[in-house]
């Protein structure tokens, strides 16, 4: 299973940015797809996720203006940032917590490689 992240790049502060995450391989479902952020020094950090189901979860500091979609449970995810702030400054990561191949195996905490964003002020 590979996970191709796409978008990023330079953004003014207040401007928008689009993320996209495309998982392939022999993928039967995937349970969680998500983006998460990692600064200097820092631990990656959970930014948003999204179940198969559509259930979304928003790291307190993106509430608002950031949108993770997921077309019916695909293996695509995007995420819309807007009203970027220097604070969202980091390499983004998108992440697979479960997901079940074809052959009836299930791998765990996949990640794509990262994207730089960057928010200059």
């Known amino acids: 299973v590979q996970l191709q992240a796409s978008g990023g790049g330079l953004a003014q502060a207040g401007g928008s940015l689009r993320l996209s995450c495309s998982a392939s391989?022999?993928?039967?479902?995937?349970?969680?797809l998500g983006w998460y952020r990692q600064t200097p020094g820092n631990e990656r950090e959970l930014v948003a996720a999204?179940?198969?189901?559509?259930?979304?979860k928003y790291a307190d500091s993106v509430k608002g203006r950031f949108t993770i979609h997921r077309d019916n449970g695909g293996n695509v995810v995007d995420l819309q940032m807007t009203n970027l702030t220097p604070e969202d400054t980091g390499v983004y990561y998108c992440?697979?917590?479960?997901?079940?191949?074809?052959?009836?195996?299930?791998?765990?905490?996949?990640w794509g490689q990262g994207t730089l964003v960057t928010v200059s002020s």
């Open positions: 391989g022999s993928i039967s479902s995937i349970n969680a």
């Open positions: 999204i179940t198969s189901r559509g259930i979304t």
């Open positions: 992440n697979a917590d479960e997901v079940m191949l074809t052959a009836g195996i299930a791998q765990y905490h996949l």
